[in-house]
């Protein structure tokens, strides 16, 4: 069943139209990464899941349940991380925890515990300070320990890499990894190697919509460029290469920088045999034979081109 | 209304860490202290100012002075500082973008206005009760005791009165966006009721009367009447404005 699932949503500022026709729907179990660029609608999109701001028109489903604006019964599936996260700097962060389970209504003696597990987790055991002299990456930390507080089978964070360190960046990826194996994660980014990282589906949101969604590696396959990278021995036979290359009916160009030759060209799978065999007739040394790999940044920056 | 008790503890412990309660409750006790000895030194400051040889024959300060004294000051310094301490009340959660995270948390909206609401209630209430029992003592013993007409009424004029300040406070921050703004409609608010008093006969059902006439119905130179009529008004007007505050909030996007 879908977790969540998003019907004809518009959504206007004033005379701005910023999401146009958005439908998209969200496996359990997954981990979906929201791309776009910025002002594209990301955050928006996730508040309206919240019910925190209305749509202009369609619905949201969480769990098969209704989002109604305002006070909505099925932000209890969720756990929301916004982008900058803001706390009360005068509280610690276990009286945060503290206060956010109250609010969900935990019981006392599971809050206690589940504060101390989170902080474990995320590594903010032992911080007895206050949190308004938490650094940016602590405050992110603590705001992953308050989305998880109440066991969400929907986790939604926003940019929660882009203010991070890489190994920062790391350790709260590997959090988002863990809590996949128990929740749905939503998560929007603009760092397209943490979504190639750990997200198993994802929806790129461009002119107010979702322009591509589903499965990363079928996405990635769908894009495989058909490229190749031939780097030969010594600089003086890559041109060598490359004219005898462009001479084959399947290859639409060739071109050398340095030592490589980079070739674009039509259905390598039928054609990777002639190729080998030119190279082996010519006998032209080479040092590295490599089939590029589609990248999400070729992927995104072909869609939302 | 998820949520209620935790979020109204977190009120009063932040009134608290901000030192907000304490400034409060300080200057209020100030006023209580301030003004049965402002009362009774009146004569001798104004004495001290004569010039030329010319004495001024100034009537010996009584227990009315020294109430009057003490309306003086909390009608106006003492709303201000109530302007200046709850001016933030809900635009600064609103503005910084705290009560996303604990909203998402399914944190009632009608439980933020009330507990918002309570908490501050409470902190007026509190702070006045001390300024009004520091008054009450300091006058006893300076001054002599005369029988006052209606000072519990009076005194009950300007609790609400405060009361409508920080209901008015409240609604506006819902209204409008910004750390300051509500504390800018307020005062544009009040400011709007005191340029309505210049219109001949509203200037009774007014709430300011309610914080103007405290003084006068003591000596009786104010309409008990009136003042009754006032208070209605208010009760009406605190009503209204929590309502709006509410129903406001419960639809605003976040
Ligand atoms: N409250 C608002 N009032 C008016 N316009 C808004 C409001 N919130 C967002 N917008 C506009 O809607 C568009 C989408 O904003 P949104 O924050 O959803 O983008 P985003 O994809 O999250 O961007 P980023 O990657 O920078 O975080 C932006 O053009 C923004 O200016
Ligand atoms: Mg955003």
Redesign the interface.
């Known amino acids: 069943m879908d977790i969540l699932r998003a019907e004809h949503i518009r959504k206007n500022f004033g005379s701005q139209h910023v999401l146009t026709d958005l439908n998209f729907s969200v496996s359990k179990h997954s981990i979906f990464g929201l791309i776009g660029k910025n002002g594209s609608g990301k955050t928006t999109t996730m ?1 309206m899941i ?1 019910g ?3 749509p202009t028109s369609g619905s949201i489903y969480v769990c098969g349940e209704k989002v109604a ?3 909505t ?1 099925t ?2 599936h ?1 756990g ?3 982008d ?5 700097g ?2 610690t962060a276990r009286e945060y925890l503290k ?2 389970g ?4 935990v019981r006392r003696s599971e809050i206690h515990k589940r504060t101390d597990e989170l902080l474990c987790l995320v590594g903010l055991n032992g911080v007895n300070r206050k949190i308004h002299s938490y650094s940016r990456g602590m405050k992110q930390r603590l ?1 992953i320990a ?1 989305a998880l ?2 066991e969400p089978e929907l986790l939604i964070c926003d940019e929660v890499t882009s203010a991070l360190d890489p190994v920062g960046r790391k350790e709260i990826l590997d959090l988002l990894s863990a809590a996949g194996k128990r929740a749905t994660v939503i998560f929007s980014t603009h760092i397209l190697s943490d979504v190639e990282r750990i997200c198993d589906q994802i929806g790129v949101l461009n002119n107010g919509q979702l322009e591509l969604q589903g499965p990363l590696n079928e996405i990635k396959q769908d894009y495989r460029q058909e490229a190749l990278q031939i780097e030969t021995l010594t600089p003086d036979q890559a041109p060598v290469l490359a004219a005898h290359l462009k001479a084959l009916p399947f290859i639409s160009k060739a071109e050398v920088s340095g030592r490589t030759v980079n070739v674009q060209l039509n259905h390598y799978e039928e054609n990777s045999l002639d190729i080998i065999r030119l190279l082996a007739s010519e006998s032209i040394p080479i040092l590295k034979y490599e089939r590029l790999e589609p990248t999400l940044e070729n992927v995104f920056m072909d869609v939302i081109r | 209304m ?2 209620f ?3 109204f ?2 009120e009063i ?2 009134y608290l ?2 030192y907000k309660a304490l400034i409060l409750l300080c200057v209020f006790i100030i006023f209580g202290m301030m003004s049965p000895l402002l009362a009774k030194m009146m004569p001798d400051i104004l004495s001290h100012q004569a010039i030329n040889g010319i004495t001024l024959n100034i009537p010996k300060p009584t227990f009315y002075d020294s109430f009057g004294q003490f309306f003086k000051n909390l009608s106006q310094m003492g709303m201000a500082v109530l302007l200046l301490i709850f001016g933030g009340v809900l635009s600064q959660d609103l503005s ?3 009560l ?11 439980a933020v206005i009330l507990a918002k609401f309570a908490a501050a209630l409470i902190l007026w209430t509190a702070s006045y009760a001390f300024a009004v029992m520091i008054q009450w003592g300091y006058t006893l013993y300076l001054f002599d005791k005369l029988p006052v007409p209606h000072l519990f009424f009076s005194l009950f004029c300007l609790w609400l009165f405060g009361i409508f300040i920080l209901t008015i406070l409240l609604m506006s921050s819902t209204l409008v966006g910004g750390a300051y703004s509500g504390l800018f409609l307020t005062t544009a608010a009040l400011g709007a009721l005191i340029v309505c008093q210049f219109i001949p006969g509203t200037d009774r059902f007014s709430p300011l009367a309610l914080a103007s006439d405290n003084a006068g119905l003591m000596t009786g130179a104010a309409n008990l009447h009136h003042a009754v009529t006032a208070v209605w008004i208010t009760v009406i007007l605190i009503v209204s404005a929590l309502a709006v505050s509410l129903v406001v909030f ?2 605003k ?2």
């Open positions: 508040k919240l925190l701001i209305k604006y305002g006070d019964p932000n209890r969720i929301y991380l916004p900058v996260p803001e706390f009360y005068y509280m206060l956010c109250e609010i969900t209504g705001g308050q507080l109440n | 998820s949520g008790t935790a979020f503890k977190k412990v932040e860490r901000s910084k973008g705290t996303i995270m604990l909203l998402a948390k399914g944190l009632s909206r009608h419960k639809k996007s976040i």
